[in-house]
């Protein structure tokens, strides 16, 4: 009997306006993202020459960014490393620098202007899955069929789960027919021209995303079925449900960046740089002043000495303090994450991004593996030159009359190793493992799952008790 009501509600909507309208939205949406993905230019990773100065490392190539574009369109692609610790990030939106100005406010909703799956889903899907089922008892009752059909022997709990069967079969088709034109765009046009290749591990992942897709998108079914059999009548069904629909898909999510922005207080980009400043002047040529004033230094020798370790401090101190800026930002960043998991669309963003292996935690994961790997580097320089004397933009210079002599004093160089560079310790990135994936993923596939329990208990809740008429 519950198969029978689902292939009831499956004929239903596929006559109904509705299938058709998201058939045509999927097929566009899903192919026109298959051709953003195969024209999108592939960075191409940079070996670099070896240098005991400075040196810029290259992120690998996200095969599956159309599946998860991901939560920062400033996407870090590249870094530049200099000797001493510095690490400046680049996007490739900002080949030069990596901007300092937080996009809390769309973190969990990706920009507009890369349209992949975890949008569609996310917003389209879920969506179209209460505008399918708004209807699906309020409107039986109202026309006097759901008592008719609860007058046969079966019970309602069947009733409302075939319901509910027939809603994922008919989301289901569209679902599955855009998803398979998008991925025959990918491969052949993609394996045409080059700029895309999926391996197995790829397809794995692929399919471990439908899985989560179907999970969510349940979930608003589920919700559907809820509101329509707490609502006398369709409109005021549709009403509620798309008020819960903006609240959980579109103002939660934004309305946690703002949270945060206002919990998490952080330096300004003009307050960190006024800061690093006023260190630079008091610690750079005022302190080489003050060492010669007081007699500590009376040679050429000694102010070179003086100059070296004081710029050598001088820059680490910068460096922990950009350090810290920067954790501050990616802590404010994680704690709009944390306070968007009260919505279900951000919870299916982090899993996206974590099964396709993209967005923010991976632009971590990438700055901390430069980090470790600059341990080696620092190592492999200091073998070569025999000491390690940062790279910086900062830089000074002086000249003070000791004992009736001239002298002169400016900030050291790194010294670039000019014989055999044999043994160069190149980046190389490491990549999660689909287990790793999944490992990360299931926190958030447990509280979506634990979002349709509770909208299924508390349909089937209201269906039974509620009156037929």
Partial sequence: MIGQIAKKEIHHNLYSIRFPALLVISVILFVLNGILAVTEPVQEIRMPRPSTTRLTVSRQH???EFCAWGSNADRIQHATVMIGGSISPQTMDSPFQLPVRDRLAQFALPYADHIDWAFIIKIIFSLFAIIFTFDAVCWEREQGTLILMCSNPVSRSSV?????LGACGTLLIPLMVGIILNLLVIVVV????GTVSLQTEHWLRTGLLILASVLYISLFILLGLLVSSVAQRSS????ILLSFWVALVVILPNLAGILAEQTSKTESEYQLSRRQRQIWDLGGV????????SGRIT???ELDRA????????IKIMNDIE???RGALVAKHRSARRIAMVSPAAIYQYVGEAIADSGFERQQRFLKSIRDYYLIYEDYVREKVGKVIPGCNWTFGMSRNIGGKEVYATSPRPEEYKNDMSGFPYFAEPRWSIMDSLRTSLHNLAILFLWSILFFVAAHYVFVKRSLR
């Fill in 299 to 301: 040679t050429q020798e």
């Fill in 286 to 293: 005022s302190e080489l002043n003050k060492q010669i004033d």
């Fill in 307 to 314: 100059a070296e370790e004081l710029f050598i401090r001088i």
């Fill in 160 to 164: 409302l789960l075939g319901k509910y």
């Fill in 190 to 193: 993609g394996g045409v021209m």
């Fill in 236 to 239: 005021s069904s549709l009403l």
């Fill in 323 to 325: 350090s810290e800026h």
């Fill in 62 to 64: 996200d095969a599956l």
